[in-house]
Structures are given as structure tokens and as C-alpha cells.
């Protein structure tokens, strides 16, 4: 899978925005996506980045729950915000886990479009 198609930074307004989409993703392949993410939020050197993250149908077993709290831990200095969009109930409990373990909040999205009408409205 090519990580391009899998990363796209917007500027709206002053607000420098990381979307995501993990979708279909699981496994090994989910974890070095994370890790692409990580390093790409790092790379950037911002402190104040909107992360914006489709989770469409990713597959989330303790192993990923566990690399996923690890990733959001390293990500905290430079992340302002954090929404998820397309999560099962499934999902939104191991997000929901993860975020307690890190002190983290997520703002969770039905879907992309009430996702886009958030940013519209940052």
C-alpha cells in the first residue's frame, strides 16, 4: 500500500492539519503506518497540529490498542487536537482506551462530511 495516498496536510486559516486514513488497514502493516504518522507529525516540527484519522473497518487487537496508546503518547507534544471519523463501537472502545491510558481526548465523526464541517468550523 503506498503511504502518499495515506497522508495529505491541509493549511486552512493558520491551522496546519495531518488527515489520515487508515482504512482496511491491520497488523504489522497498521503499526508501520502509525510509525509513518508519528514521523511525519515530528518531521514537521509544529506544535500545534490537527490530527484528523479515518479508521474505517482497522482492525484493532491489544497488540494494536497497545502500539497505538505508544504512538499517541510520543505524538502528545506536538498535537493540538485529535478527531477520528468512521470508527465502530468496537473501535471507539479500544480509541477510547487508548486516549484514557495517554490523557488524550479524541473528538469522534460519523462520517468525513461531519468531519470536514468541524474543520470548517476550527
Not at 37 to 42: F, N, P, Q, R, T
Amino acid at each position: 500500500m503506498n503511504k502518499a495516498n495515506r497522508f495529505e496536510w491541509l493549511e486552512l486559516e493558520g491551522q496546519t492539519i495531518l488527515m489520515q486514513d487508515f482504512s482496511n488497514l491491520e497488523g504489522l502493516e497498521l503499526m508501520k503506518f502509525l510509525n509513518h504518522s508519528h514521523d511525519l507529525i515530528k518531521d514537521r516540527g509544529d506544535k500545534d497540529i490537527i490530527v484528523v484519522t479515518n479508521v474505517n473497518k482497522v482492525v484493532f487487537d491489544s497488540q494494536i490498542t497497545k502500539h497505538f496508546s505508544k504512538v499517541l503518547e510520543i505524538n502528545k507534544p506536538y498535537v493540538s487536537a485529535s478527531a477520528i471519523y468512521n470508527a465502530s463501537n468496537v473501535q471507539k472502545a479500544a480509541i477510547e482506551s487508548a486516549a484514557h491510558l495517554t490523557n488524550r481526548n479524541f473528538l469522534m465523526f460519523y462520517d468525513d462530511k461531519a468531519v470536514m464541517n468541524w474543520i470548517d468550523s476550527l
